[in-house]
Structure formats: structure tokens, C-alpha cells
């Protein structure tokens, strides 16, 4: 025995059964959808800014150390070992080529970043960079380095940790150049008294003493305002004494070794 109310519907009564159009797109839809897909390439983009050219930029950055020991080494041969009165930079360096290391024990023991002449692209390989209008180690002025802090290496990340007194030590290929840090500050873009000759007096032309300073973004993730750093210098340690107590572990051997 069979029941009407189990039997399929007819070949009519499907014909006659009206089909379901899919729902027409919203004003509201079409926007959640473009704000889904736009957020998936910010996503994106953060992970390629934050970290990819992390990768890269470290890369680049362990290039740029290989390089200083190889010139550290042809000019040690050349007799630049730090007894004389030899320049600290040599004159034929031009931008791009590094000519030295920055160590920051506050920065951590295994903290040292390969510096270079220019401030441009040049600093997207995790490096500091020196603005053209800043002196060389070893003359009387405000040697200023420029560094990315969250991109590219992110070499000045914890900058707002340093405190009055830390030290940072510039290497040279005739030795280390030991600043002192004196001030840590925020300023605007527009500040360039910030790398007067005189940190301290930015209004005056006239050097007083040498000064090492760090500048790099703030706050993290932004442009707008500046973090800066002034260090004073404090001491000298000629390459042929070897390496500061305090970094004598995160200088390469090769990078003091007598010649």
C-alpha cells in the first residue's frame, strides 16, 4: 500500500515549482567584502615590512661585515693599526661602503651593526647610516647615524632603553671609539638641530668636544617623531690593546687580531 503523501513530486508540479534566485548583492555586502579583502593585503603587507625585510636586510647586513674584515685586514697590512695618528675612515670611502661596527652592550651581548656612509636606501640592509654632513670618528663635531627601528633589520629597536651613562662603542679599523650616552629625547621631524655640530647647543656653529648620535623613528610603526640618542666621546682603545672588557666577547677575533 502506498500513500499519496510519499509519492515524488510530478514531472508538472516540479515545472510549476518556481526556482529560488540567488539573493542580490548589498551596498553593505559589496563593502564588507572590499574591507575583508583590503584588510587581507594590510596583513600582508605588515608580514612582508615586519619580517621579510628582516630577512633580507640581515642578509645583506652579514655581506657588509665581511667586508669590513677584509678591509679592516688590507689596511692593518697597510700599517692602519691604530699606533699612529692614522684617519679613522679612509678617505676613498664613499656612500654605501662600510667602514665600521657599533657595539651597545644595553642593546645585548650579542649586539653589533655594520655602519656605512648615506642615509637613503643604504640603510635598508640593517646597518646605521652617516649623514653626509657629519665628521669621522675621531674629529671634533656630532658624528650622526641614521637607523631603521621596527623594518629593515629594526638595528634601533630598543633605543628607548638606553639609559644616562651606557656606553656605545664605534670600531674603526685603527680602534674603538667609546661614547657615553648623555641624553635620550623625542623630537619632530622637522628638528635637525639635532645634528648640529654642538648637540648640546644646536643654536651655535662651533663643535664642542665629539658627540656620537643615533637618530631613528618613533613611536614604533610610525613617522612621526623622532627618537635621538647623543652620546659624548670618552675614550679611545687603540686596535693594538685589543678589544673593551665590556664587548671584548662580541667583537670578532678577526677584527682585533694583531697583524
Given at each position: 500500500?502506498?500513500?499519496?503523501?510519499?509519492?515524488?513530486?510530478s514531472r508538472?508540479?516540479?515545472?510549476?515549482?518556481?526556482?529560488?534566485r540567488?539573493?542580490?548583492?548589498?551596498?553593505?555586502?559589496?563593502?564588507?567584502?572590499?574591507?575583508?579583502?583590503?584588510g587581507?593585503?594590510?596583513?600582508l603587507?605588515?608580514?612582508?615590512?615586519?619580517?621579510?625585510?628582516?630577512?633580507?636586510?640581515?642578509?645583506e647586513?652579514?655581506?657588509?661585515?665581511?667586508?669590513?674584515?677584509?678591509?679592516?685586514?688590507?689596511?692593518?697590512?697597510?700599517?692602519?693599526?691604530?699606533?699612529?695618528p692614522?684617519?679613522?675612515?679612509?678617505?676613498?670611502?664613499?656612500?654605501?661602503?662600510?667602514w665600521?661596527?657599533?657595539?651597545?652592550?644595553?642593546?645585548?651581548s650579542?649586539?653589533?651593526?655594520?655602519?656605512?656612509?648615506?642615509?637613503?636606501?643604504?640603510?635598508?640592509?640593517?646597518?646605521?647610516?652617516?649623514?653626509?654632513?657629519?665628521?669621522?670618528?675621531?674629529?671634533?663635531?656630532?658624528?650622526?647615524?641614521?637607523?631603521?627601528?621596527?623594518?629593515?633589520?629594526?638595528?634601533?629597536?630598543?633605543?628607548?632603553?638606553?639609559?644616562?651613562?651606557?656606553?656605545?662603542y664605534?670600531?674603526?679599523?685603527?680602534?674603538?671609539?667609546?661614547?657615553?650616552?648623555?641624553?635620550?629625547h623625542?623630537?619632530?621631524?622637522?628638528?635637525?638641530?639635532?645634528?648640529?655640530?654642538?648637540p648640546?647647543?644646536?643654536?651655535?656653529?662651533?663643535?664642542?668636544?665629539?658627540?656620537?648620535?643615533?637618530?631613528?623613528?618613533?613611536?614604533?610603526?610610525?613617522?612621526?617623531?623622532?627618537?635621538?640618542?647623543?652620546?659624548?666621546l670618552?675614550?679611545?682603545?687603540?686596535?693594538?690593546?685589543?678589544?673593551p672588557?665590556?664587548?671584548?666577547?662580541?667583537?670578532?677575533?678577526?677584527?682585533f687580531?694583531?697583524?
Open positions: 500500500m502506498s500513500y499519496a503523501g510519499s509519492r515524488p513530486p508538472r508540479q516540479r515545472r510549476a515549482t518556481p526556482k529560488r540567488p539573493p542580490r548583492p548589498t551596498f553593505l555586502g559589496v563593502i564588507g567584502e572590499l574591507l575583508i579583502t583590503a587581507l593585503f594590510v596583513l603587507f605588515v608580514v612582508w615590512e615586519l619580517y621579510w625585510t628582516n630577512l633580507g636586510a640581515n642578509r647586513a652579514q655581506a657588509h661585515r665581511d667586508t669590513i674584515v677584509e678591509n679592516f685586514d688590507a689596511q692593518h697590512d697597510a700599517g692602519f693599526d691604530g699606533s699612529g692614522d684617519p679613522s675612515v679612509p678617505a676613498d670611502v664613499t656612500t654605501g661602503d662600510p665600521g661596527m657599533l657595539y651597545v652592550p644595553r642593546f645585548g650579542d649586539y653589533s651593526v655594520p655602519v656605512l656612509d648615506g642615509t637613503g636606501t643604504e640603510i635598508d640592509s640593517a646597518v646605521l647610516g652617516r649623514y653626509d654632513s657629519s665628521p669621522r670618528p675621531g674629529e671634533d663635531g656630532n658624528l650622526a647615524l641614521a637607523g631603521h627601528r621596527q623594518t629593515y633589520g629594526a638595528v634601533l629597536w630598543d633605543m628607548d632603553q638606553l639609559q644616562d651613562g651606557d656606553r656605545l664605534l670600531q674603526t679599523a685603527n680602534g674603538w671609539w667609546v661614547y657615553e650616552t648623555r641624553q635620550v623625542i623630537v619632530q621631524p622637522t628638528d635637525v638641530g639635532v645634528l648640529a655640530p654642538n648640546t647647543d644646536p643654536i651655535s656653529a662651533e663643535p664642542a668636544g665629539q658627540w656620537l648620535t643615533l637618530t631613528t623613528c618613533h613611536p614604533p610603526y610610525t613617522v612621526l617623531e623622532r627618537m635621538i640618542t647623543h652620546a659624548e670618552v675614550e679611545f682603545v687603540p686596535v693594538n690593546d685589543g678589544a672588557d665590556e664587548i671584548a666577547d662580541t667583537v670578532p677575533e678577526q677584527l687580531e694583531e697583524n
